[in-house]
């Protein structure tokens, strides 16, 4: 019943398409791990969710870009909460190596 | 509206209690930053919780025991979902340095 898992495992070492695995499914929450390598929201492309998201840098670098003309460059464990609905999209990801996100999404409508 | 903040920031020098910093509140879910600096739980104690608790270690190192005897031992990376009313104590936390958790808890009852 009761499983560690670690967050950095089962990484591929050559460059893949961005991983969402997924931690926790429940009723009110889901809890994702997301690699990206390099990868950035398609041009033009704006997330606008349902829910509410937690977002922690684990591990590399990224900036996301907010509807509102805000730009917020990540570090290892800086943290943002997204309000559900707040446009925003991911302008880039660490080029080299990997970029490893925690999510949590709550509070869907 | 929107800030970062760090998981790394504003942890004391000196060594002090334990420290908890809760990150987000809302109906349904807690998400808390804990920070131990050799701590663990006092002899005899369990945790006995009316939430789940998905749990990361994110720095340091901790050993967490459950009452069916299992014991396990986390380093950075390292994630567990304790179902809520298992009781658990933390047995002991990384003696040098901090140990960075971050905890999820959701679905009380």
Redesign the interface.
């Known amino acids: 019943?009761?499983?560690?898992?670690?967050?950095?495992?089962d990484i591929p070492r050559v460059r893949p398409e961005e991983i969402i695995t997924q931690?926790?499914r429940?009723?009110?929450?889901r809890?994702e791990r997301i690699v990206s390598f390099g990868q950035a929201s398609p041009p033009g492309f704006w997330y606008d969710q349902e829910t509410?998201e937690?977002v922690?840098l684990?591990k590399g670098s990224a900036t996301l870009c907010?509807s509102d003309g805000?730009e917020?460059d990540?570090?290892?464990?800086?943290?943002?909460?997204?309000?559900r609905h707040?446009r925003h999209r991911v302008e880039r990801t660490a080029p080299e190596g990997e970029t490893v996100w925690?999510a949590?999404h709550?509070?869907g409508a």
Do not use: K
């Not at 019943?1 to 495992?9: D, G, H, I, R």
């Not at 990540?74 to 309000?83: K, Q, S």
């Open positions: 019943m009761l499983s560690v898992e670690n967050l950095f495992a931690i926790v429940a009723d009110d929450i809890i509410n937690w922690l684990v907010f805000r917020i990540l570090v290892p464990g800086d943290h943002v909460l997204i309000p707040l925690l949590v709550y509070g």
